[in-house]
Nanobody, 125 residues
Framework: QVQLVESGGGLVQAGGSLRLSCAASGRTFSSYVMGWFRQAPGKEREFVAG????????YYADSVKGRFTIARDNAKNTVYLQMNSLKPEDTAVYYC??????????????????WGQGTQVTVSS
């Protein structure tokens, strides 16, 4: 069983930055593909960013490309999402997720096996 705990959400003005963290339990963190998803009120959950097991490959949704950066520290069992130039449309609950089955980055929520409880990000205009 893998437990994921997100932190770092909050309220920020448009144009500002936040860094989300997701700490994972277990001793095999380096074997998980990790992803960040978000869900805004009344909308479906959407993929934001993903990172391979080693951290050598990353993938971003078009809506965040150039503004968000995903990274991981396998020694600390933690994945990060640095969010810059935030926009009101980035407002959502952000979830980190772990896939133990996939070898490469995947954008599909159904490919992820474990999910965190979510952290709220609110961007004011």
């Amino acid at each position: 069983q893998v437990q994921l705990v997100e932190s770092g959400g909050g309220l920020v003005q448009a144009g500002g930055s936040l860094r989300l963290s997701c700490a994972a339990s277990g001793r095999t963190f380096s074997s998980y593909v990790m992803g960040w998803f978000r869900q805004a009120p009344g909308k479906e959950r959407e993929f934001v960013a993903g990172i391979s097991r080693s951290g050598g490959s990353t993938y971003y949704a078009d809506s965040v490309k150039g503004r968000f950066t995903i990274a991981r520290d396998n020694a600390k069992n933690t994945v990060y999402l640095q969010m810059n130039s935030l926009k009101p449309e980035d407002t959502a609950v952000y979830y980190c997720a772990a896939s133990v089955r996939k070898f490469g980055v995947t954008t599909q929520g159904r490919d992820y096996d474990y999910w965190g409880q979510g952290t709220q990000v609110t961007v004011s205009s």
